[in-house]
């Protein structure tokens, strides 16, 4: 199991999936979309939200405490660090 995180417009919300960890960029950001869209993300439902939303967004990943699953972030650029 992989958390998604998707951080947008203000909010963070995590999400589970049934994902390969390894997943593409594209594939995690197209996956954002279409759950975001059809509304299984509390508190983020956006039906009309672009397929392009998240082109400028960072994916990290980072394996949870103690090796307790894995976490993809999907967030905004920041205008600071590297």
Known sequence: MVVL???YNGLSVDYPLEIDYQISDHDV???AVEVIRSGHVKGLQIANLPTNTFDHYV?????????????IYLRPRVPFGA
């Open 5 to 7: 995180n998707i951080t």
């Open 29 to 31: 950001k197209r996956i």
């Open 59 to 71: 994916v990290d990943r980072f394996h949870g405490p103690q090796n307790k699953g894995e976490r």
